[in-house]
Every structure is written in C-alpha cells, then in structure tokens.
C-alpha cells in the first residue's frame, strides 16, 4: 500500500485548490489500486466527498509545529509524520501541492527501501555553493556546534542540499522525522533561509547513511511566481463553479482546468514586470 501524503493549509485556497487538483488528476490518470490518500489540512470541508483520509490541522498543531507562526516550514515535518503514523502503508509519498504527477508515482515507490529515500532533487553542496541562498548555511553554521539528539551538529563537507517537494520514504524510516523536526528548530535561529526544513531531513537522511535519489522528472508544477498568479484564480474558478465538495463532477471535468500559462500570459507578465521596475 503507498500512502500519497498531500499537506494544505493556510489563508490562501490556492493551497487547498492546488491539493485537489493533484489528487484529481493522480486518481484520474493512475487510478487508486493499491493507493491511501491522506490530507493533512485546516479546511478539511473543502474535501468533503473526497476520497481521501482527513486529518484535520487545528490552530494548536498549527502554533506547536509552526514555531507559533515564527517559520510554519516544521508543519511539513510533523504532517508528514503523522499522516504516516495514521495510514498503514509500507511506503508514504508527499507532493507539494503547486505541482503535480506526469508519471506514476509507483516507479519511484519501486526505487524506495529501507537504505534508500526519494527526495525532489539534489540542489547542490552546501560548503561553497554558488547559490546565494545555500550559501547562508555555511554563513551561518561553519563554526558551530549544536547539541541535538544525533549529538553535536556540525556542518560537514558533505553536507548537501536536498529540495523536500518530493518526500518518499518506507515504513521504517518515517522515524527520521522527528529527529529533522529537531534539528530544523536547532538550526532554524542561526539561518536566514526559507530552506531550513529541507536541509533538515537531508541532513538526518545523510547522519544515518541513507542514500537518495531525485524524483523531479516525475512531476511539473506552478510553483514560480509567475506561474502561481496565473494558476491560482483558474483553479478557484473551476472550483467557483463546480462546487467545492462535488468530487465527481470534479473528477469528470478536472482536464478543462489549464493549468499552464498560454504563451500571451507569459509574455504579458513578462511585459508587466519590465514597466514595474524602477
């Protein structure tokens, strides 16, 4: 049984829009034979009808693993963990909820053991990255030690930086959560990056000799800002319009959602830009 993990919360229904949309085309292309999909959110009536399992997000999870609002980044974590906790399942697969499956997922489930973990893509070394935002790593932990459960933490050479919108792991490496859980609240005050939560687990996956392999070429997304604007109000329109809870109609029409810019958006926005800047 794989266990697709689909986390969404927060203000925005982009977030929750961006979820069923995933979920609808997952069960529309790849079916649900031997599939749990379990939702982890704070608007849990916008998936009535869903097929899905709801654990419902309320403000005290929120605040505890949120860091009270402070960097909500540890909810993925501690969602993730519990969601694993709740469905038995011998692997569970999260997504993030901007993107979406070209490929069934079940390959890369193939590729997962207990020595190997699938990870969305390898973003580099953290000790001399080009990358402005890796690089605040080594700035701000080259010359610390920090006590934690694994024992002292220490930057190391082959620290690396893994991209968490892809997290598949089997039964018996869920445990590693809490301990990246921790280590991201140990490194988060030392670190100006909306990374932390990532480099975390990539670095208790690392401290236990897992090995990991990349699994973007599986999935595409609206996650860039452009991209986002102009799937956001689609999606709410669809949803305006069908109802929120009608799953079959849902599921009967999900295609008609188009997802991706036209070339006349893109270059709009590429024009708005432009006259925007200074």
Not at 174 to 184: H, S, W
């Amino acid at each position: 049984m794989i266990n697709h993990i689909v986390i969404a919360y927060g203000s925005s229904l982009g977030y929750q829009h961006g979820a069923k949309y995933q979920i609808l085309r997952l069960i529309s292309k790849f079916g649900t034979a031997n599939r749990k999909i379990t939702v982890v959110t704070d608007h849990p009536k916008l998936f009535d009808n869903y097929p899905v399992e709801i654990l419902t997000l309320d403000a005290s999870k929120k605040e505890q693993w949120g860091g009270g609002g402070a960097d909500h980044f540890g909810i993925k974590l501690k969602g993730f963990a519990w969601a694993a906790s709740v469905v038995d399942a011998s692997t569970h697969i999260l997504l993030d909820t901007d993107m979406y499956w070209i490929s069934d997922p079940v390959e890369l489930v193939e590729q997962v053991s207990s020595g190997f973990v699938v990870m969305y893509q390898d973003e580099g070394p953290i000790m001399g990255a080009k990358n402005r935002s890796i690089r605040r790593f080594e700035e701000g932990l080259k010359r610390l030690q920090l006590p934690w459960s694994g024992g002292i933490y220490t930057l190391n050479r082959e620290s690396r930086m893994y991209g968490s919108a892809i997290i598949c792991m089997s039964r018996e490496n869920v445990e590693l959560m809490d301990p990246a859980f921790e280590l991201f609240r140990v490194l988060s005050p030392h670190v100006e990056a909306h990374t932390v939560e990532q480099f975390a687990l990539s670095e208790c996956l690392r401290v236990r000799g897992l090995k990991i392999t990349e699994g973007k070429r599986y999935t595409n997304n609206w996650s860039s800002t452009g991209k986002k604007n102009y799937a956001t109000p689609v999606l709410a329109e669809f949803f305006e319009k069908e109802g929120e809870n009608e799953f079959e109609a849902h599921l009967e029409r999900w295609e008609s959602i188009k997802i991706n810019r036209p070339i006349l958006e893109l270059v709009k926005q590429k024009i708005n830009r432009l006259r925007s800047r200074p």
